[in-house]
């Protein structure tokens, strides 16, 4: 992948990602808090812990950093996945958010 291509991909998560934090804060799903600076998006729940996102250019990934650790994805030519578990981002994002709000949340597609 080029790195225009890696840059355009990570982008689009990253923006997908804080919509989906505004759908769930209007619809009252969670009073979740999000800060983006650059290519890092941080989210801060309810309970003070935090999820954070972010691009990671030399290596072509997204790293994830949630209470239970961090994750790294790679771009498998469809989707975001897991560089050890081969997961992919959404299911891995889904648990780690339900985790750390103590409740079911799920990326919409």
Known sequence: MTDSDYHA??????????????????GDVIDIDTQRSGGLLELSFPDGSKIVVNKQPPLQEIWLASRAGGFHF?????????????????????????????????LSS
Do not use: H
């Open 9 to 26: 991909r990570a982008e689009a998560l990253l923006r997908s990602l804080e919509v989906q934090m505004d759908d769930w804060l209007q």
């Open 74 to 106: 790679g771009w498998n030519g469809t989707a975001w996945c897991d560089t050890k578990s081969g997961e992919s981002f959404d299911a891995v994002f889904a648990t780690q958010a339900s985790r750390q709000a103590g409740k079911p949340l799920t």
